[in-house]
């Protein structure tokens, strides 16, 4: 089993920035494909970047294309999401997951951090 918690949320002006974390627990973390996710009132949870077990190959959706990055430290079981140039519709809970097998889709994920509230103002 994994656990994950995320940290690092918080409330930013836009143009701002804010580094996410997500300590994971399990001696197979290293293994993992590990996603951000994210969830505005009223919208459907939504793959934000993705990252490989070992590092070499991210996703991210188009509109965080150039702001954020997705990073892991597979010796300190944790990986991050960096965000630049935070905007408005970048409010939402993210979440971190993980999943044994690469996928972007949430709903395959096994793994699921509780969420941190980020919240940009405009």
């Known amino acids: 089993q994994v656990q994950l918690i995320e940290s690092g949320g918080g409330l930013v002006q836009a143009g701002g920035s804010l580094r996410l974390s997500c300590a994971a627990s399990?001696?197979?973390?290293?293994?993992?494909?590990m996603g951000w996710f994210r969830q505005a009132p009223g919208k459907e949870r939504e793959i934000v970047a993705s990252?490989?077990?070992?590092?070499?190959?991210?996703y991210y959706r188009d509109s965080v294309k150039g702001r954020f990055t997705i990073s892991r430290d597979n010796a300190k079981n944790t990986v991050y999401l960096q965000m630049n140039s935070l905007k408005p519709e970048d409010t939402a809970v993210y979440y971190c997951?993980?999943?044994?097998?690469?996928?972007?889709?949430?709903?395959?994920?096994?793994?699921w951090g509780q969420g941190t509230q980020v919240t940009v103002s405009s």
């Open positions: 990252i490989n077990w070992n590092g070499d190959s991210t």
């Open positions: 399990g001696r197979t973390f290293s293994t993992y494909t």
């Open positions: 997951a993980a999943n044994k097998v690469a996928t972007i889709t949430a709903s395959m994920y096994d793994y």
